[in-house]
């Protein structure tokens, strides 16, 4: 810029009748607005591999910047394949020097769930934005902690649920919330998978396993999603395995609960590590949304009085479309569509069943 410019410039920016003006050095230090934001993967297992790492080259509003990686074999191997700089590869002891590093916007914390608070933290506090998969924690506490963490450190939380922001799921809420088909009268989902590890944090209890932090999750959201309100209390929930010696000492591997809604609106969920199910049924006064899946990476599609319900696309869009959606929050400073709010809603329902399942009893929310 010529110095005329410059001149001009300042010259447009002095105070009316006060001669005071903005002092040229801050006025250029000001930091240039970014056409996509870097974004850092902390722990590089399937989801990261197989998932977000491709996502993130479709992505128009965001890119990897760097990787967090406890593995030095897996950080040779992603520093070739997606050309990350030296400076931008770190392991859990150096983790805090992410803060030094203009390339990365967002953490994207990818590890167990007994992980994500500190890491979330650590990242909040290394003034960078955060986006957290699910499930968000291990307790409604940490969930709240993750939240104030970020507050104070003026960043922006969002929990990876890509189904919010998944169109098919969009319209089966429409239909919902504008009431197209009536009041809802019921509800009845279940997701599920089987999963024949034995070593996987998802059968570790420490580590957050047990099918209700993994697909129960999928279970609650679609119940409050498809409802359009929120649970008044667990009427009544029961855990259960056929593999004790995969899931240990009581580790739930199918969850059952009925949820109650306001008007007296009642959930049937299901979640299982041990069956391979993917459905909900939506009844309303004037029919019934079917969907099935409701909760895959691709294939997410239904059916309604109102017509189908099927707009497809490949994987890993959903992943793809989720982060361009949370990086254009970030960068226009918008709400994010899955705050963390959203996460501690769902682990206090979480807790919630699991109590009702220890106690026989239901529990209020």
């Not at 994500?116 to 969930?143: F, L, Q, R």
Request: aromatic share 8%; glycine share 8%; proline share 5%.
């Amino acid at each position: 810029m010529s110095n005329l410019s410059r001149r001009n410039v300042i010259k447009s920016l002095t105070l009316a009748g006060a001669g005071a003006i903005i002092s040229p050095k801050i006025l250029w230090s000001f930091p240039k607005k970014k056409d996509k934001l870097g974004v850092a993967l902390v722990g590089l297992g399937y989801y990261s591999t197989d998932l977000l790492a491709p996502a993130l080259q479709q992505t128009k509003h965001c890119y990897l910047a760097g990787i967090v990686t406890g593995t030095p074999s897996k950080a040779d191997t992603w520093k070739l394949k997606y050309n990350i700089p030296d400076k931008n590869i770190y392991n859990y002891q150096n983790f805090h020097e992410i803060a030094n590093n203009d390339d990365i916007d967002v953490v994207y914390v990818v590890l167990p769930p007994s992980m994500h608070e500190e890491y979330v933290v650590k990242a909040a506090n290394a003034g960078k934005h955060v986006w957290c998969e699910k499930p968000m924690a291990m307790t409604e506490a940490e969930c709240a902690r993750m939240i104030e963490a970020c507050k104070k450190n003026k960043r922006k939380l969002a929990i990876g649920y890509r189904l919010q922001h998944e169109p098919n799921t969009k319209e089966y809420r429409r239909i919902v919330n504008n009431k197209l088909l009536g009041k809802v009268l019921k509800l009845e989902d279940a997701a599920g998978y089987v999963d024949n590890r034995t070593n996987h944090w998802k059968q570790t209890r420490e580590l957050g396993g047990g099918v209700m932090l993994d697909m129960g999750v999928y279970a609650i959201q679609g119940a409050r999603l498809g409802t359009g309100m929120e649970p008044l209390s667990v009427v009544s929930a029961k855990t259960s395995t056929t593999r004790p010696h995969i899931y240990k000492d009581g580790l739930a591997e199918t969850a059952i609960a009925t949820l109650e809604f306001p008007g007296g609106v009642m959930a049937n969920i299901k979640t299982s590590f041990g069956e391979n199910v993917n459905f909900m049924n939506i009844t309303c006064e004037k029919g019934i949304i079917a969907m099935a899946p409701y909760s895959a990476y691709a294939g997410v599609k239904g059916k309604s009085p109102l017509g189908d319900i099927n707009t497809p696309y490949e994987t890993p869009w959903q992943q793809a479309n989720q982060m361009d959606d949370d990086a254009q929050s970030i960068m226009n400073n918008k709400p994010m569509l899955v705050p963390g709010e959203e996460g501690l809603r769902d682990i206090r329902i979480v807790e919630a069943i699991l109590k009702s399942a220890d106690t026989g009893r239901s529990v209020k929310l």
